[in-house]
């Protein structure tokens, strides 16, 4: 076949093959194979030498024209089948379904419940402080009241980095660092993870308390009983009752244990004929431990002896799980999403 009919006959080739171009990939193909370096218009004008040299000025014009008619031939069905991909996009794209939410995290219960404790407490005038988790023996023992070998130190078995470094028991050590930082009046509540070594059903290694501590000149129990109904009131609600009952803690002096009447069953004690699972039938739930600033540890600050004070402290876990009625304590700890997305603000 001579050159002329060779270029010719290229065009109403690729006519066809632009035409069974279903995709991008295969018009690429298509474009590679007629228009390439290495492609049919390129191997024909290769042999352009062998053309008489009379020949030659038609044959570039025709090629040159070719060349061109294929370009836009190729750019036209790029544009045909990139449209024909949008459309096909737009035929399954329903604007009418509804869009698909992005997960939103939300605050574990016992941040919510911390928040909240904070919250009532910083409207009864208490600031909010803080300490480390990693204690000298001295501020989470000694200083209140617990020397070495005090048989209270039993009840707090911890991690000990040191003899004298250990994972802090209680947040009650911020009682004594915030003494020894502030002069009185002061009422602060101190939120924070405490460790013990405790593993059980109703006892994890680690849980939350908030610390309470309240320092000035006659400062009573009055007050302490006062500003507890308020706080129990703020979360249980406005019916809840409150009784307190002696108890003992080296650091407070005389000290109590707080119960809430049940809020399950009003304190009745039971519902209907079946006796209250929250309270088990007492009508009474324990929230947490309290009283007076025992005077050795206003000494252990070298705080002047006309002070009086009280202190309190309470389970965060212990507080949601009444709250919310959860049975479990393990699930405050499980990170699973079933549960903790429960609680979002
Ligand atoms: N620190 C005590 C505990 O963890 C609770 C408490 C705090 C009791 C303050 C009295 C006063 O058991």
């Given amino acids: 076949m001579d050159l002329i009919s060779a270029l010719e006959s290229l065009e ?33 004008m290769s042999q352009l030498p062998e053309l008489a040299a009379e020949e030659r000025p ?5 090629a040159n024209v070719v060349k061109e008619r294929a370009n836009a031939s190729f750019e036209k069905r790029r544009d ?11 035929a399954r794209f329903d604007a009418s ?39 000298i023996d001295h501020y989470n023992f000694e200083a209140l009241n617990m020397p070495p070998e005090h048989p209270a130190r039993d009840m707090q078995d911890t991690l000990y980095i040191t ?38 059903l109703t006892h994890t290694p680690m849980f939350h308390q908030v610390e309470g501590l309240m320092v000035g000149k006659k400062i009573t129990m009055a007050h302490l009983r006062g500003i507890l109904t308020a706080f129990v009131r703020g979360v249980f609600g406005p019916a809840t009752q409150v009784r307190f009952r002696q108890s003992f803690f ?50 252990a600050v070298n705080y002047p002896s006309d002070l009086s004070g009280f202190a309190f402290g309470l389970g965060v876990e212990r507080i949601a799980m009444l709250k919310y009625g ?20």
């Fill in 250 to 299: 080296p650091f407070t002096e005389p000290s109590a244990e707080v119960d809430i009447s049940c809020f399950l069953c009003g304190g009745a004690g039971h519902l209907g004929h079946d006796s209250c699972r929250v309270c088990k039938g007492t009508g009474w739930v324990e929230i947490l431990g309290c009283g007076m600033v025992d005077p050795a540890v206003f000494e």
């Fill in 163 to 200: 003899d004298t470094i250990l994972m802090r028991t209680h947040t009650s050590p911020v009682q004594v660092r915030t003494m020894l930082a502030r002069r009185p009046p002061l009422a602060v509540v101190v939120p924070g993870k405490v460790y013990r070594r405790d593993s059980d």
């Fill in 97 to 135: 379904m509804p869009g698909r939410k992005p997960n939103k995290g939300s605050l574990h219960p016992d941040t919510l419940i911390m928040e909240e404790i904070c919250g009532i407490f910083g409207k009864l005038g208490f600031d909010i402080a803080q300490g480390p988790e990693v204690e």
């Fill in 80 to 90: 045909e089948l990139l449209a024909a991909r949008e459309a096909a996009a737009l």
């Fill in 12 to 44: 109403p080739e690729l006519e066809k093959g632009l035409d069974q171009a279903s995709s991008l990939d295969e018009l690429e193909q298509l474009r590679i194979e007629f228009l390439g370096r290495k492609g049919r218009l390129a191997q024909i």
């Fill in 326 to 345: 959860i049975g479990d304590l393990r699930m405050f700890f499980e990170n699973d999403l079933r549960f903790l997305t429960q609680f979002g603000a």
């Fill in 58 to 62: 038609a044959f570039g014009q025709k």
